[in-house]
Structures are given as C-alpha cells and as structure tokens.
T-cell receptor
Framework: NAGVTQTPKFQVLKTGQSMTLQCAQD?????MSWYRQDPGMGLRLIHY???????DQGEVPNGYNVSRSTTEDFPLRLLSAAPSQTSVYFC????????????FGSGTRLTVV | KQEVTQIPAALSVPEGENLVLNCSFT??????LQWFRQDPGKGLTSLLL?????REQTSGRLNASLDKSSGRSTLYIAASQPGDSATYLC???????????FGSGTQLTVLP
C-alpha cells in the first residue's frame, strides 16, 4: 500500500507563477484534505473534499483552487503564487465513518520568491 | 469554532522518565481524537486514534486518554528514549465534514 502520495517534494516558484500540487491515495478513502503548516501557525485547513465531485473551503482557501474528479486524486492549484504561500503543504485522507483517523502524505515544501 | 490547545509547548527530559503531554479542545462534539508525531522536516505519523466513545488507547509505551465531557486528552509516554524526541500533535476530528483541527504541538527533547 502506497498510502497518500504527494508530488513534488520540493518546489521553488517565482511570484505570479501557477502550479499544481498533486495528491493521490490508494486506500479508497472518501475524505481528502489539504493543510498548510507554517511556523507559529500550526496546521491549517485549506480545502477539503467528502467525495468525488464535492469540495469545500477550509480556514485559509484564498489563492488556492481544488477539484476532485476521482476518488483517488485531489490536486491543489496555486493560481498566482505569492511569497505568503511559502509553506509546507500536506495532503491527508480518511475513510468515512466515526472509527477512522487520517493518513498524511509526506508533504511538499514550497518556496515562492 | 473548534480550538485545540497543547501544553506544554516544549519539554526537555532525561532519558527514562515517564511524561505526560496535554491537549484540550473547546467543543466536545467530536468524532475522534488523533495523536501524531512529527520529526523535523518530515510528515505526520499517526500514533493513536481514540474514538469519542472510548476512554483510552494504548500502543507500546504510549497511552492516550480521552475525557470528552471536559474536553481533554493526555498522551502518556513511558520510559522515554532519545528516539522519542519529536513534535507531538493533537488533533480532533469534528464537524459535518469530519475536519481535523490541530493544536500547535509539544516539542519533546529526550536527553541521553
């Protein structure tokens, strides 16, 4: 089982560039989420999805876009990168139902210059 | 809005000590509570998951308790080792979309 796979692991962008962070899971999990982790701010929810075709905003959605066309994939798009989006991004997934926890990917470290 | 607080923010102990990490949350309507470990520059590793109907969970030297009515959880680490040095994160799963809300973590250093 690969679990949750994130690519790339590292990325440097110039201000104004766009890019897509990839997230894929092979556990048939319904729930998928994107978090960013910043020093002193902890982990904050960007966007989440409760199933294919269903997405919603989290705590810090501005500047990011998501879609969920399949159960397996949940890409995060940066529309026009800004230095404030320099962060570590984590994707997580979980099964539906009350007895399951979340599995995290290994993260993408993004620097916007 | 759910808020999660972890105390202490940092802890340094000599090897072999038993220690307790604390987590509190403001809204007791949770599905589960999950403890994670994060090593520097790495991802999150799940340590223990406690369902809202449970009082505690154990895995090896780790024991986590949950008192949902008072909004508290503790992570007990027995006979600490230098390899336990990491940041420990507490997160509650709540809301209609089962979202994770994280505490800011406890940075643990176990001295040899």
């Amino acid at each position: 089982n690969a679990g949750v796979t994130q690519t790339p692991k590292f990325q440097v962008l110039k201000t104004g560039q766009s890019m897509t962070l990839q997230c894929a899971q092979d556990m048939n999990h319904e729930y998928m989420s994107w978090y960013r982790q910043d020093p002193g701010m902890g982990l904050r929810l960007i966007h989440y999805s409760v199933g294919a075709g269903i997405t919603d905003q989290g705590e810090v959605p501005n500047g990011y876009n998501v879609s969920r066309s399949t159960t397996e994939d949940f890409p995060l798009r940066l529309l026009s990168a800004a230095p404030s989006q320099t962060s570590v991004y984590f994707c997580a997934s979980s099964r539906t139902g009350g007895s399951y926890g979340y599995t995290f990917g290994s993260g993408t470290r993004l620097t916007v210059v | 809005k759910q808020e999660v607080t972890q105390i202490p923010a940092a802890l340094s102990v000599p090897e072999g000590e038993n220690l307790v990490l604390n987590c509190s949350f403001t809204d007791s309507a949770i599905y589960n509570l999950q403890w994670f470990r994060q090593d520097p520059g790495k991802g999150l590793t799940s340590l223990l998951l406690i369902q809202s109907s449970q009082r505690e969970q154990t895995s090896g030297r780790l024991n986590a308790s949950l008192d949902k009515s008072s909004g508290r959880s503790t992570l007990y680490i027995a006979a600490s080792q230098p390899g336990d040095s990491a940041t420990y994160l507490c997160a509650v799963i709540s809301g209609s979309a089962r979202q994770l809300t994280f505490g800011s973590g406890t940075q643990l250093t176990v001295l040899p």
